[in-house]
């Protein structure tokens, strides 16, 4: 599997484990799992403290750790300077990261404000594009970004609001950016995932609705897991999808076909 996957010793950029449910922890233990090289970036300590000590307990060494803020051109440019220095050529990139206010998820649409909306782009869709730029010239070798996303892109999902917006931003983007980058043989696609509990699943009201909904109308009549994300983004990064990019691939135990 390792050959036909060839990730071994390539190095990987996931950004986005704020714990062990992150999604992207989820990727972090996929790719282990493939003896890909792990580096990862964090915005905040206390997102450091707890992936060094998810690392120690799933006994899984990183190549790097670095900061990053993807609010900040100058903390991603720091970030990839210092992986660019310390770690060398760049083979993938795992965009988990997202954010919105609290007061702009909740209630109506309608009422987001002009600077709660900008900030969710800028956090949730904008930042994507900033860390391919700065990623590119590191991936001399060609590779692969993934970006995570949510069905509330395509369709109005109740309580997901400015988020849904930033998404349906993020899939677009996803799409221009396969487009610049394919001649520098760097694939882009995105997973579109099905609910998952997590950090940020938490600003979603009624997420335990939708967490049933989906149990209750999805063709596999279940949830999907972070280890399911995390193989599927293994896929994307790897040599088997070799032919696909600019794609969003729905992980949602169908979810999506339905209704
Ligand atoms: P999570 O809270 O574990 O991860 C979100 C991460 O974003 C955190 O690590 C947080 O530190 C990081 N982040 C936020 N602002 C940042 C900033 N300015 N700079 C750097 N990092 C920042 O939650 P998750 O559910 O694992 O989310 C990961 C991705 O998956 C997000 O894009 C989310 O929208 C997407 N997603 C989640 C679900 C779900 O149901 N959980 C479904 C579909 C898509």
């Known amino acids: 599997m390792e050959d036909l996957l060839q990730l071994k010793n390539k190095n990987f950029v996931i950004m986005g484990v704020a714990n062990d449910r992150s999604i992207a922890w989820g990727v972090a233990k996929a790719l282990h799992q493939v ?9 905040k300590e206390r997102s450091l403290g707890k992936l060094n000590k ?21 903390s991603i440019e720091a970030a990839f300077k210092k992986i660019g220095e310390e770690a060398g050529t760049v083979h ?72 849904g917006v930033a998404k349906a931003a993020l899939e677009s983007s996803v799409k ?8 520098d043989n760097i ?4 997973i579109s995932a099905g609910p998952i509990r997590t950090l940020a699943a938490k600003g979603i009201s ?7 909904h989906v149990e209750e109308k999805a063709p596999l009549k279940r949830n999907v897991t972070q280890a399911e994300v995390g ?6 990064l790897s040599h088997l999808s070799r032919g696909v990019t600019g794609e969003i691939v729905h992980v949602d135990a169908g979810y999506n076909i339905v209704g």
Not at 58 to 70: G, H, P
Not at 155 to 161: I, Q, T
């Open 35 to 43: 003896g890909a090289n792990l580096i990862f970036t964090y915005r």
């Open 187 to 190: 694939r882009v696609n995105a």
């Open 206 to 212: 009624d997420f335990n609705q939708i967490l049933h």
């Open 92 to 163: 993938g990139v795992i965009h988990s990261v997202a954010f919105a206010h609290s007061e702009d998820l909740n209630g109506e649409f309608i009422n987001t404000s002009r600077s709660g909306y900008a900030f969710a782009q800028d956090t949730s869709a904008y930042s994507f594009i900033a860390v391919a730029k700065a990623a590119k010239p590191l991936m001399t070798e060609g590779g692969s970004l993934v970006a995570m996303s949510y069905l509330g892109a395509e369709r109005a999902v109740e309580g997901y609001n400015v988020m």
């Open 54 to 74: 998810l690392l120690e307990k799933n006994e899984i060494q990183a190549t790097l750790i670095a900061e990053c803020d993807v609010n900040s051109d100058e």
């Open 231 to 236: 193989d599927m983004t293994v896929v994307l």
């Open 176 to 183: 221009y950016l396969a487009l610049d980058l394919g001649k």
